[in-house]
Structure formats: structure tokens, C-alpha cells
């Protein structure tokens, strides 16, 4: 099939527009139509449902997504891997991560990629949700948590525990808890949507519910009030490993308990071809976590 049409159909996808997706490649919304059409006569589905007003996804559309990009970037890697004046990862590399380890671990890496790979380019979008990255068009996904089964595929980057920890006034005024039933006494700070601190007690996963003056829907918040001494947190190693490496935050240990391990995770829709600029990438951030 003609790879041209098939970018084409990639960028329809992003601008949810047949005129801006024209604008685009400079061409008439007449030809664009014209050769995605020609493109679903040579699929024998229909990719794009199309009104007057708006072009929407079909389910066979949403599931040719991921092929369409292998087919794209395996030309434009073909491309840059035979070029003489190649240098390096090219291409935008679009990425989605939690927004307090995107400002923390991932932000610092971006100059050097660019300094090294002068053809790339990087979006980077911090949030809190999970997107769909099949559907957003997006490269590699970050994520902190109990994965979840999924058509995507996930890559363990580094292992990133859980901890519980308090400022040294906080422990000072307060005092430190021994037990899980301890922290029923203290002032807990969580995020929004973290209802329950999960442990792991005698090999078992347990979940308490925790209570406090305090919430925040980012981690940014929650490590702030908990270094001004108001609470307790638990927050993950690679969200307070700078201010425990500094003292002004102490991991608590408690006697009966442990929090539940976690990792860093690299999602992305499809192995069946990485682009260079998305093993740059990954390679990058395994490096800055390890050392």
C-alpha cells in the first residue's frame, strides 16, 4: 500500500479534521479524501466514519492505528539508518508520564536527547490519567503502578517501592508508629484518587483505609506538606529519594508491615517495531534511574 496514504490516515487520526489534516500536507480536502478513500478500497474496511461536521474512528480504524505507525516508522528508521548525514534518533517522540516523575526524572534527560539527536523532536504530556496511547498517537507510555492486563505492551524499568515517610519535626512532635493500627492516630497526606495505602503483612497484600487534614491529585503537593512536617506520606522511592538522600524527609518502618512494591513501567502500543528514538529514549531514562 501506498505508505504516503497510510501517513496520511496517521494524521487524520491526530487532527480529527480532513480540512486541517489537508492544511497540513498542503494538498485539497478533495485529495485527501480521495486517497483515503483509496486507501480503505485497498484495506476493504472503513477507517474513517466521515459527516458533514466531523470524521470519527471506526473500531477497524482504532485497531489499524498501530500498524499504520509500524509501517511509517519503519520507513522513516529504513530511511534514517541508510542516510549518509544520519545522526542519531529522528522523528517526534511522543511520550505520556505521571506528572511529578515527569518533572523530576524525565524533564532533566530532554536537553541532552535533543543535543544528541539533532532530527528529533519530543512531546511530552504530564498528567495524572491514563491515556490511550493507541488512540493519542503517543510513543511510549510511563507508568507507576499494578499493571493492569492490556493489548499494550509493558517493559519493567526499575523497581520503585513504596515508602512511608515523615519529616524529622513531624517525628520529633508526633512520634513515629510501630504498627499499621499507629497510623489510625496520625495525620495522613494522599493523593485524591489514593483512598487506601496498600501493604504487604505476613505475604499478604493489605489495603488500610487512611485518613488526614490534607489531599492533593499531585505528588508535588503531598511531598511539600509532608517536608513542612504536617503528616505522613506515602509516596513512591523515585518521588522522595532526593529529600531522604538530604534528611529532610525519614522513611518509617514499621514493625508489622511493609508498603507494596511497585515498578516504573515503559508501555507502548506495539513491539513489532521500535522506533530508534523510543530506545533512546528508554535506554536514557533506565540509565538516570540506575545510577
Wanted: hydrophobic share 40%; proline share 5%.
Amino acid at each position: 500500500m501506498n505508505l504516503n496514504d497510510v501517513q496520511l490516515f496517521l494524521i487524520i487520526t491526530e487532527t480529527l479534521s480532513l480540512s486541517q489534516a489537508a492544511k497540513r500536507l498542503d494538498i485539497s480536502p478533495m485529495a485527501v479524501s480521495r486517497r483515503l478513500a483509496g486507501l480503505e478500497g485497498e484495506l476493504g474496511i472503513r477507517l474513517i466514519q466521515r459527516t458533514t461536521r466531523s470524521v470519527s474512528l471506526t473500531p477497524e480504524g482504532a485497531e489499524f492505528i498501530p500498524y499504520a505507525k509500524t509501517l511509517v516508522e519503519a520507513a522513516e528508521s529504513a530511511k534514517a539508518s541508510f542516510s549518509p548525514d544520519a545522526k542519531g534518533a529522528s522523528g517526534l517522540l511522543r511520550i505520556t508520564a505521571p506528572s511529578g516523575f515527569g518533572r523530576r526524572q524525565i524533564l532533566p534527560l530532554i536537553p541532552s536527547l535533543l543535543a544528541g539527536n539533532p532530527a528529533l523532536k519530543i512531546d511530552l504530556q504530564l498528567n495524572e490519567e491514563v491515556v490511550d496511547i493507541v488512540g493519542r498517537g503517543i510513543d511510549v507510555a510511563i507508568r507507576i503502578a499494578k499493571l493492569k492486563d492490556s493489548n499494550l505492551i509493558a517493559r519493567k524499568i526499575v523497581d520503585n517501592p513504596r515508602i512511608l515517610c515523615a519529616s524529622p519535626d513531624y517525628i520529633k512532635q508526633v512520634g513515629v508508629p510501630d504498627t499499621l493500627n499507629d497510623l489510625t492516630h496520625h495525620n495522613c497526606l494522599r493523593l485524591t484518587s489514593v483512598l487506601q495505602w496498600t501493604f504487604e503483612q505476613e505475604g499478604q497484600s493489605t489495603s488500610i483505609s487512611v485518613d488526614g487534614r490534607f489531599s492533593s491529585g499531585n505528588v508535588e503537593s503531598v511531598r511539600e506538606l509532608c517536608m513542612q512536617g504536617i503528616g505522613l506520606a506515602q509516596l513512591t522511592l523515585w518521588d522522595v529519594k532526593k529529600e531522604i538522600e538530604e534528611g529532610t524527609l525519614i522513611e518509617v518502618k514499621l514493625q508489622d508491615a511493609r508498603p507494596q512494591d511497585l515498578s516504573v513501567w515503559a508501555l507502548f502500543p506495539t513491539t513489532r517495531h521500535l522506533p530508534q528514538r523510543v530506545t533512546v529514549f528508554i535506554e536514557a531514562l533506565k540509565a538516570s534511574l540506575i545510577q
